[in-house]
Antibody
Framework: EVQLVESGGGLVQPGGSLRLSCVVSGFTFNNYVMLWVRQAPGKGLEWVSSIIASGETTYYTDSVKGRFTVSRDNSKNTLYLQMDSLRVEDTAQYYCANSDCGDWYCRRIVHWGQGTLVTVSS | DIQMTQSPSTLSASVGDRVTITCRAS??????LAWYQQKPLKAPKVLISEASNLENGVPSRFSGGGSGTEFTLTINSLQPDDFATYYC?????????FGQGTRLEIK
């Protein structure tokens, strides 16, 4: 059974940092592109970032470029999202997800985790 | 960025009805379009990919169509479990973009 389990969310002040983790099981992690998608309270879905299987190439939505860093540890089956200079508008449920292949052209989402809540507030 | 526009934003229907949700892309995305169902406080669930391919385990009353810039999600014979919010998403190009969602509610 495929499982993606996020952790690391919480309450942080504007300007602060958090690191999210996503531990996966049930598939060969190092073969697949991984993604982060977020959803602000009561709002729609927003793609945040993707990283190819090797970790060599990453992609970001414009609003987080220079502030967020996606990475992965294939030896630990774990995806990360380092979030710095957090803003109130980053408040959201953050979901990790996986694609159906491992290279730069792999963008289809196949499975989702249950998410972790990040709240940015003073 | 490719903008995805869903209509309607809210849809009221009854059990047994047939409903259709439309998704329009601001530029062509070929067949690289997915549909998701989301229930309150739950993660989205993939229903359809490549515009018309039903995911494993998804009931056959769900169907998708279209290509390029216009896509549809049709649900035949609505069941109580189908009342949820539905999103389309293009995965042709980064940034990946979603429609704003269609809330399907019980009439």
């Amino acid at each position: 059974e495929v499982q993606l389990v996020e952790s690391g969310g919480g309450l942080v002040q504007p300007g602060g940092s958090l690191r999210l983790s996503c531990v996966v099981s049930g598939f060969t992690f190092n073969n697949y592109v991984m993604l982060w998608v977020r959803q602000a309270p009561g709002k729609g879905l927003e793609w945040v970032s993707s990283i190819i299987a090797s970790g060599e190439t990453t992609y970001y939505t414009d609003s987080v470029k220079g502030r967020f860093t996606v990475s992965r540890d294939n030896s630990k089956n774990t995806l990360y999202l380092q979030m710095d200079s957090l803003r109130v508008e980053d408040t959201a449920q953050y979901y990790c997800a996986n694609s159906d292949c491992g290279d730069w052209y792999c963008r289809r989402i196949v499975h989702w985790g249950q998410g972790t809540l990040v709240t940015v507030s003073s | 960025d490719i903008q995805m526009t869903q209509s309607p934003s809210t849809l009221s229907a009854s059990v047994g009805d047939r409903v259709t949700i439309t998704c329009r892309a601001s530029q062509g995305v070929d067949k690289w379009l997915a549909w998701y169902q989301q229930k309150p406080l739950k993660a989205p669930k993939v229903l359809i990919s490549e515009a018309s391919n039903l995911e494993n385990g998804v009931p056959s009353r769900f169907s998708g169509g279209g290509s390029g810039t216009e896509f549809t999600l049709t649900i035949n014979s609505l069941q109580p479990d189908d009342f949820a919010t539905y999103y389309c998403q293009q995965y042709d190009t980064y940034p990946l973009t979603f429609g704003q969602g269609t809330r399907l509610e019980i009439k």
